[in-house]
């Protein structure tokens, strides 16, 4: 699966951004789609998923509220609406997909085989 991240961009705390995630390679079913950020000096931190089949969501309560995530089927892919942005919010956004992955292990990094390339997300207070 090949994933390419855009999106991104420098924004004013309080606007908007959406950031869109496209899949190609591979039928998505059975696929978990996540978001994942990481600020400079921080680890990798999950932000949200979406059950492709179902489409099941589950957001980090760090952004909940602010972010949604959701997919579009018939163009391959998962969009991020970041809403209310923070300046603790500036991070670059991968997204990431797993085949068959269990819900329960979905915001942990490691179970994802495929990766975007990141898009910066810069929120200036």
């Known amino acids: 699966v090949q994933l390419q991240a855009s999106g991104g961009g420098l924004v004013q705390a309080g606007g908007s951004l959406r950031l869109s995630c496209a899949a190609s390679?591979?039928?998505?079913?059975?696929?978990?789609m996540a978001w994942f950020r990481q600020a400079p000096g921080k680890e990798r931190e999950f932000v949200a998923a979406i059950r492709w089949n179902g489409g099941n969501t589950y957001v980090a309560d760090s952004v909940k509220g602010r972010f949604s995530i959701s997919k579009e089927t018939a163009k391959n892919t998962v969009w991020l609406q970041m809403n209310n942005l923070k300046p603790e919010d500036t991070a670059v956004y991968y997204c990431?997909?797993?085949?068959?992955?269990?819900?329960?292990?979905?915001?942990?990094?490691?179970?994802?085989?495929?990766w975007g390339q990141g898009t910066e997300v810069t929120v200036s207070s």
């Open positions: 390679g591979r039928s998505l079913n059975s696929h978990v």
């Open positions: 990431a997909t797993r085949a068959g992955l269990i819900w329960g292990r979905t915001t942990l990094s490691s179970e994802y085989n495929y």
